[in-house]
């Protein structure tokens, strides 16, 4: 750990001089003392003049360097917490729009639950946002980026520990609605090209928030497949299920023709860990949310930010006890006298 | 002789009550000077042309609006939020809602890194709807923040006819900023990228899409189309800039109507130290001054 002292206004320092006023000022008035020359000669009382004057000095010169806002710059240093590196890759297409099931949708006849959840479900991306905002406010270990897919991949913020930034992230996705495509094969691979000349620092996760599956092509899966593999990713799928929308555990061999079961298995196959949470209701996906968080905590070497740390109110201390000593000495100094 | 020890006397005791005071106050809610912005890029196809030079080497348009915008950032005193998006099709997106600019230099940094012809997600240039959109992003993100428009104002498919009309949403004048015009007056062929970002060539007169006079058959080609920028920052209530170099885009965001009072929790200790200061240097410079002359000729000397 460094020992370095800045200052925040370090011009201030140049008042310095005033520190030697009560030296030079002999006369009458140093620190307040008449001048004692007309006494018998008294080596104690001119000891004890001295002293108060060097008592004022110290007091200016701690009021200067206060006010020059002395403290240890902000640094960063290596700790180990417990935590991840999570890249959270949000569907951003027009889907997202649509509404989940209201969290009381069981107790909703079959015919109601399509009407109230048109009326008053949550809207998917919406509450996916709050949630994921939650769910980065509580884990200040873990350091997140934040990307959207459509037909494009969009890296908004790449990783990062300043919270506000990928919380001002995960806000702009609900500007306006989404957009009309997706590809999320393309996303993946992109996404996990992101860890790549990154050091591995503990667990890598990519966070995939959508509602809706694809059926990929064998390129792009041989890719994804390999960068899982090379990048040591696990994957957690939080699938916002849409009234209505398939089932990702439906069995059978027709089902691998529907994109969102077909995506499931294939992500089944990969190397790494794999765990999908399909969430119909907001109260789904907070229970998702909570299970990603409680299963990663595993040791990350991180950087911490150590913000500046202001010493002046130790200087303004020490001023205020020389003061405080000076109107004390003076009390005494006056009984004496006279 | 007692007056004078009693003012001194109360001279150490106020100083003591300032530093008091100056250790136990919290910071107090100032008024200071900052800024707003909503940074948006227009990152289809013509923004690749390479019409700037930095250091002697052909810039494209769009690195060159990040540089000057990264540039103009270390300029905005601290508190100063900015908000950045990406233009492209026919509508503007947002990427990262405004954050401050001191704390958050390198992030914001990181992020205009990320803004270039990958995030692309459709071809065309619709750039007038791309400005509504933009408008619409300023007023729903929260604090309308200035809206700073970077495009080279070159519509893809081509205007035939008037532009769209404002949307019905908006009102003009209702979100301030700039219609930054990027690029150069000279039309230069549009670099062709793939999704990449590989190099594929220019783009040929027949692979874009022409206007229908004889005279609109140049679409291949790029400049800054400063006329209709004008006309479409005068339709929406907007000033326009002519971005040449990186000092005028940061006159320009700190143009005086830009700027926000923001109560900012602020240490003003100072204050009270700075009093502080004064009363325990009154004594001995008074004695200072006085030993010269003026006072000394009162000094009470026995």
Not at chain 1, 60 to 78: D, K, N, S, Y
Not at chain 2, 68 to 94: D, H, I, K, N, V
Not at chain 2, 274 to 279: C, E, I, K
Request: hydrophobic residues 45%; aromatic residues 8%.
């Amino acid at each position: 750990m460094s020992v370095d002292i800045d200052f925040l206004r370090p011009a201030m320092l140049a008042l310095m001089p005033l520190a030697v006023l009560p030296l030079i000022a002999r006369a009458t008035e140093a620190g307040g003392y008449p001048d004692v020359g007309w006494l018998p000669a008294d080596p104690l009382g001119r000891g004890i003049g001295l002293a108060l004057r060097a008592m004022a000095a110290l007091a200016i010169a701690a009021l200067v360097i206060a006010l020059a806002a002395p403290g240890r710059p902000r640094t960063v240093e290596l700790r180990t917490g417990r935590g991840a590196e999570v890249l959270l890759l949000i569907d951003r297409s027009r889907s997202m729009d649509e509404r989940m099931l209201p969290n009381d949708w069981r107790r909703l006849g079959p015919f109601e639950i399509r009407h109230q959840t048109r009326s008053r479900g949550r809207v998917k991306s919406q509450a996916a946002r709050e949630l994921l905002g939650e769910f980065v406010a509580r884990r200040p270990d873990d350091r997140f980026a934040v990307s959207f897919f459509s037909a494009s991949t969009l890296h908004v913020v790449p990783f990062t520990d300043h919270d506000e930034v990928v919380q001002a992230g995960i806000a702009a996705g609900g500007v306006h609605r989404g957009l009309s495509e997706t590809d999320v094969g393309r996303a993946l691979v992109s996404s996990l090209a992101r860890f790549e000349k990154r050091a591995y620092t503990g667990s890598r996760i990519i966070l995939l928030v959508s509602d809706g599956g694809a059926r990929l092509d064998r390129d792009t899966q041989m890719a994804i497949r390999a960068g899982f593999e090379r990048q040591r990713v696990t994957l957690y799928w939080i699938y916002l299920k849409g009234f209505g929308r398939p089932d990702l555990e439906q069995a059978g061999e027709a089902s691998a023709a529907i994109p969102e079961v077909a995506l499931h298995r294939f992500f089944q196959t990969l190397p790494t860990p794999y765990r999908a949470y399909q969430a119909e209701s907001p109260e789904d996906l907070a229970a998702a949310v909570a299970d990603v968080g409680r299963e990663q905590n595993h040791p990350l070497d991180f950087e911490e930010r150590i913000p500046r740390s202001d010493h002046s109110r130790r200087f303004v201390a020490a001023a205020l006890l020389l003061v405080a000593s000076l109107l004390v000495a003076r009390r005494w100094e006056l009984r004496g006298t006279s | 002789m007692i007056a004078r020890r009693a003012a001194a006397d109360w001279r150490l005791t106020a100083a003591g009550a300032l530093l008091v005071a100056a250790l136990l106050m919290p910071p107090l809610p100032w008024p200071r000077s900052n800024y707003d912005f909503l940074a948006v890029f227009d990152i289809s196809q013509s923004m690749g042309v390479t019409d700037y030079r930095q250091q002697g080497r052909p810039v494209a348009r769009l690195d060159y609006a990040r540089r000057a915008l990264a540039a103009a950032l270390t300029e905005l005193p601290c508190g100063s939020r900015l908000g950045l998006a990406a233009f492209t099709g026919y509508r503007s997106l947002m990427l990262l809602a405004p954050v401050e600019v001191c704390e958050h230099y390198g992030d914001l940094l990181a992020t205009l890194a990320q803004i270039d012809e990958r995030m692309r997600w459709a071809e065309a240039s619709e750039i007038t709807k791309g400005l509504y959109w933009a408008l619409r992003a300023a007023r729903d993100i929260g604090g309308e923040p200035e809206l700073l428009f970077f495009t080279d104002g070159h519509e893809s498919p081509p205007l035939d006819g008037p532009p769209p009309a404002l949307f019905g949403d908006l009102r003009k004048g209702q979100i301030h900023g700039l219609v930054i015009g990027t690029g150069g007056n000279l039309p230069r062929p549009i670099p062709k990228r793939d999704s990449a970002g590989r190099d594929r060539g220019f783009w040929l007169p027949d692979e874009v899409a022409q206007g229908r006079g004889p005279d609109r058959r140049n679409e291949h080609l790029s400049a800054r189309r400063e006329p209709h920028l004008q006309a479409l920052a005068f339709r929406t209530g907007l000033d326009y800039l002519r971005l040449e170099d990186f000092h005028g885009l940061s006159a320009a965001m700190q143009a005086a109507p830009r700027v926000r009072r923001r109560e900012v929790p602020t240490d003003l200790s100072w204050v009270p130290l700075a009093l502080a200061l004064a009363l325990l240097c009154a004594a001995p410079l008074g004695a200072l001054i006085g030993n010269r002359g003026v006072r000394g000729s009162h000094r009470p000397h026995p």
